[in-house]
């Protein structure tokens, strides 16, 4: 995935999380399209997976208590966007671990996430990042 | 029912592409229907729309405009059409009508969207004498993008 400096926010602590975000989703992806076997591969599609989980529902945490604290009025609109990703890739996990690893599921949901990540950092938090600006602009005058 | 409706679609699929892939797309000179041929080679996404419009939204990719836009988007060669392709682009689809039907909601026209559904290019909505069908061709330096709303009377 390409980090474009357009996906900056402005807040050092988010914009660091969202670069490591894009480069552990590559590592994933390219892990995923590697020309190995699946065999070969899936224990490491797996441990990155697992890191993800836990790196993405620690951002969207952090990126939350930044909104209140400005005071991000769309603060609610954008929590529910980040419960529906969290719950959409616990879904994910239990139907993976449940067919016992089964590539097909986890092809489709790197697809996706893919673009609902770009999408999310450069539209969704892009809005936070223009309140952000205005708001202090304000505080300014 | 009027050929406006298509616009939030057409916009928000110009913004989309743009916000995503960074290239410009244009309503594309030759605006004639695909044929059975071009149907074959290409992905379909199929989104249900429900509330004050009711029907479905289609988009159609060609199969080489499809990879690029994953390579683009991920910065990876991608030489078939997968589940990871079409996952990719039955997400972009979504985020392309969620944009389109909020938009609308500010014209105080409220509706939802249904999850994509890939390769389904007719969808089950049926046509008849109250289908009314609307579309457009968007073409980029990537490929044309076909995006077809067919809507019923309420």
Known sequence: MI?????????????????????????FV???RS??????KVSQVNETLSFMKDYVVTHFQDEEAYQAKIGYPEAAAHKKV??????????VSEQYEKT?????????????????????????????ANYARKKEAEQNE | MSKDYLVPFADAARQTLKL?????????ANQTESTEADNHDQVGVVIGLTG???GEIQYRFPSETSLEIVKLMSGMEFTEIDEFVTSALGEIANIISGNAVT??????????????RINEVSGGTGIDETTYIFSTKLDSEIGVVDIKLQLKMN
């Open chain 2, 103 to 116: 938009d609308l909601s500010t014209h105080n026209v409220i509706c939802d969207i249904l999850p994509p």
């Open chain 1, 82 to 91: 980040h419960t529906d990703m969290v719950a959409y890739v616990g879904t």
């Open chain 2, 20 to 28: 995503l892939l960074d290239i410009d797309t244009l309503e594309a």
């Open chain 1, 35 to 40: 020309d190995k076997e699946w065999s070969g």
């Open chain 1, 100 to 128: 016992g690893y089964e590539e097909v599921l986890i092809q489709q949901f790197a697809g996706k996430l893919l673009a609902w990540l770009i999408n999310h950092v450069a539209a969704d938090d892009q809005k936070i």
């Open chain 1, 3 to 27: 980090w474009r400096e357009k996906y900056n926010v402005g807040v050092p602590e988010i914009d660091t999380q969202h670069e490591e975000l894009f480069a552990r989703v590559t590592v």
């Open chain 2, 52 to 54: 004050d419009l009711s």
């Open chain 1, 30 to 32: 390219e892990t995923l």
